[in-house]
């Protein structure tokens, strides 16, 4: 458990971690490329280390022993039949990518599988979508869950449909494994897209590795939203720098806004494919004054924050953050658009909700989202995060403000994102202790 006390004041000119959807990318490109890459900065947290397991299952021979720079030597286009089941513990975008990359090793099956969280998270859509590809691949227990288990098999058919609202990952799965189709391929939307830039992030990565794939050419197909991807693609090799993570940022930022500070956040860049970027605006919008330079964020708070309106459907993993600094803004936060937040490592919505109510939040559940009554204090409470490290990063934050002792439970899971983050919040001065 995490022990937190109300905190006076935190200072320092720390690093943002590295992010992880870059770090996931990042690897599983370099394991299919035909060479050796580096990937520097890589994230070394528990949800990166499960793509690196699973691309080392598929063939590719990855170092990590210097965790500052992993050397991968890719399978060269080639994914290999693994010798076991795939256990990918808690990370769904290693499930996600690594259920359609699969279904390109060259005989037999793969088996994916991982934690009691994972084997609830949805694949129903991307199975379906595989099954468009003549690609055979299915829920073992017959309820579009995992364990999945992927048969080998030739891309056969050029066109795909499938929602973008539950989860952009099963989108960012098929980019990544159309690439090896022989023809011409085309992903089609079937609804609006929810996570967006995450997309940005797989297509800025793929280019980097080699790989093209296009938004449709809306003049010539003006009723489809999706992307193309040119057949027989390969992988190529490259040495890849890994930036600042802006959602694991996002607890930085908000005790920096929320009390007496001096914090320099470096390794984050103005110019980021990240939606979590949006952070900084939202706290503009509440009423922070933060500077924002190329490569960095400088936050001297506490800023007297006001309620406001976000939409989170590109930016998810930022509703936690959203929810503590709402409890402390004048009048209403309203968080909408996130019915897709119920979906990750536990019901989000419905944990800020219940949770933070501990702690004297006057929170309202809607079923997309959440209204926040700003109470401008909390009191300290027993916290339960479910096995979940975006609410145990954020209910530290709120502890950190709160008047008393907050006691949060399942502080091991910040190691799925942000391993060192009770150091860095000790560095800066946050009134923590682990038991
Ligand atoms: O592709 C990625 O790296 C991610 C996509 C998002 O998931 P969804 O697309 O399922 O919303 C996000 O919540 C997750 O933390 C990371
Ligand atoms: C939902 C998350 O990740 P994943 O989908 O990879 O498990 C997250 O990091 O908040």
């Not at 279904?103 to 060259?106: D, M, T, V």
């Not at 502080?411 to 391993?419: H, L, M, N, Q, T």
């Given at each position: 458990m995490i022990i937190v006390k109300k905190t006076n004041e935190i200072k320092g000119n720390i690093y943002a971690p590295p992010s992880k959807s870059y770090t996931h990318r990042a690897v599983i490109c370099a394991s299919l490329s035909d060479g050796i890459s580096e990937i520097k900065n890589p994230l070394n947290s528990a949800d990166c280390l499960s793509s690196v397991h699973g691309a080392r299952m598929l063939g590719a021979h990855i170092d990590t022993d210097d965790k500052n720079k992993w050397i991968v030597e890719g399978n060269n286009n080639s994914p290999k039949t693994p010798e076991n089941i795939i256990d990918i513990g808690n990370s769904g975008t290693t499930l996600r990518i690594l259920t359609g990359i699969s279904?390109?090793?060259?005989k037999g099956y793969a088996i994916l599988t991982g934690d009691e969280s994972i084997r609830k998270r949805p694949m129903q859509p991307l199975l379906d979508a595989l099954k468009q590809l003549g690609i055979e691949a299915f829920s073992s227990k017959m309820d579009g869950t995992a364990p999945i288990i992927v048969k080998s098999g030739?891309?056969?058919?050029n066109t795909v449909r499938i929602r973008g609202d539950m989860s952009s990952q099963f989108i960012t799965s098929l980019m990544m494994t159309l690439p090896f189709a022989k023809e011409d391929s085309k992903i089609i939307l079937t609804t609006p897209l929810k996570s967006a830039p995450y997309l940005d992030i797989t297509l800025d990565v793929l280019s980097k590795f080699g790989i093209t794939v296009k938004p449709l050419d809306n003049e010539k197909d003006k009723a489809e939203k999706g992307f193309f991807i040119e057949g027989s693609q390969k992988y190529k090799s490259c040495n890849y720098t890994v930036e600042g993570d802006y959602s694991s940022a996002s607890y930085l930022i908000a005790a920096g806004v929320l009390l007496n500070s001096e914090l320099t956040i470096n390794n984050l860049f103005k110019d980021s494919k990240q939606g979590d970027k949006e952070i900084i605006n939202i706290v503009k919008n509440m009423g922070a004054h933060i500077k924002v330079k190329d490569d960095k964020v400088i936050i001297n708070g506490p800023h007297n924050l006001k309620g406001v309106k976000v939409d989170v459907k590109n930016i998810p993993d930022l509703v936690p953050t959203i929810a503590v600094l709402g409890c402390f803004a004048e009048g209403k936060t309203t968080i909408y658009n996130g019915e897709h937040v119920r979906l990750k490592e536990c019901d989000r919505l419905s944990a800020c909700a219940k949770e933070l109510s501990k702690m004297g939040a006057k929170i309202t559940e809607k079923p997309d989202g959440l209204v926040i009554e700003g109470v401008g204090k909390l009191k300290g409470a027993e916290l339960e995060t479910y096995h979940d490290h975006r609410l145990v990063m954020a209910f530290t934050i709120a502890g950190m403000m709160a008047e008393g002792e907050t006691i949060i439970r399942g502080?091991?899971?910040?190691?799925?994102?942000?391993?060192n983050f009770v150091d860095v919040m000790k560095s800066i001065g946050a009134n923590i202790t682990c038991k």
């Open positions: 279904s390109q090793i060259k030739e891309i056969k058919n502080e091991d899971a910040v190691k799925i994102s942000f391993p």
